[in-house]
């Protein structure tokens, strides 16, 4: 079921938890949703061109909890920010978000603060938005450990560098989100994507603990 701007898909079961899943193009938003769903339901590209044309949605489940997610097209892609941004809000709007998860790589390149900026401002209060640092299946040590510790040549801790960014969050992860078929024959990086599927299972549903929000609109 697909979307931009002009919301139109199935009503998610009401005890479903909305998940909006967004970010720059090419960070690999669609490895992410595969990922949490255990097998490959969205397009991905293994040279960083955008395959999500539209806001396409999964239904999900796990630790007794029904999940929605919906991929958001890549900012910088076929559509304006300002239409992506629209389409966050519209779905929003209509089906009520629980969690928004902003994916993105280690590079600077890939980070978008005032996009990010931008959605918060369209988001009523209480909504939180959690970090998904991926690309970190050669990361030498724990794939955490990222968060808090300065990148090559750096002074300060790569989460402290976001945060004075105006890029701050109510949680994150590291992980990987290699498909199946490129881990196969290297052990850690197997290891390093089941471990990376739970991590961000867990910190989703965490998240998601409470009451489902409602949609603001009824129509």
Not at 163 to 190: I, K, S, W, Y
Request: charged share 25%; glycine share 8%.
């Amino acid at each position: 079921m697909t979307f931009l701007c002009g919301f139109r898909s199935k009503s998610p079961r009401k005890d479903a938890y909305v998940i909006a899943l967004f970010g720059q193009t090419g960070v690999g938003v669609s490895s992410l949703v595969n990922l949490i769903v255990g097998h490959p339901v969205a397009t991905y590209s293994v040279d960083t061109k955008p395959c999500t044309l539209s806001v396409t949605d999964h239904d999900v489940s796990w630790d007794n909890k029904q999940f929605r997610l919906y991929e958001v097209p890549g900012f910088g892609g076929h559509f304006s920010d300002t239409d992506i941004i629209d389409s966050i809000q519209s779905l929003e709007e209509k089906v009520g978000i629980d969690l928004l998860v902003y994916c993105l790589r280690k590079k600077r390149e890939t980070l978008m603060p005032e996009n990010l900026k931008k959605i918060r401002a369209k988001m009523p209060a209480g909504i939180p938005i959690v970090a998904v640092v991926t690309e970190l299946e050669r990361y030498k040590g724990d794939m955490a450990s990222w968060w808090t510790i300065p990148s090559e040549g750096g002074k300060v801790a790569n989460g402290k560098t976001l945060e004075d960014m105006g890029m701050t969050f109510a949680d994150h992860a590291c992980v990987t989100t290699l498909p199946p078929e490129d881990v196969a024959q290297n052990t850690t990086f197997r290891e390093r994507r089941s471990h990376s599927e739970n991590v961000v299972k867990n910190l989703v549903a965490k998240h998601c603990g409470g009451s489902k929000r409602r949609p603001r609109t009824t129509n």
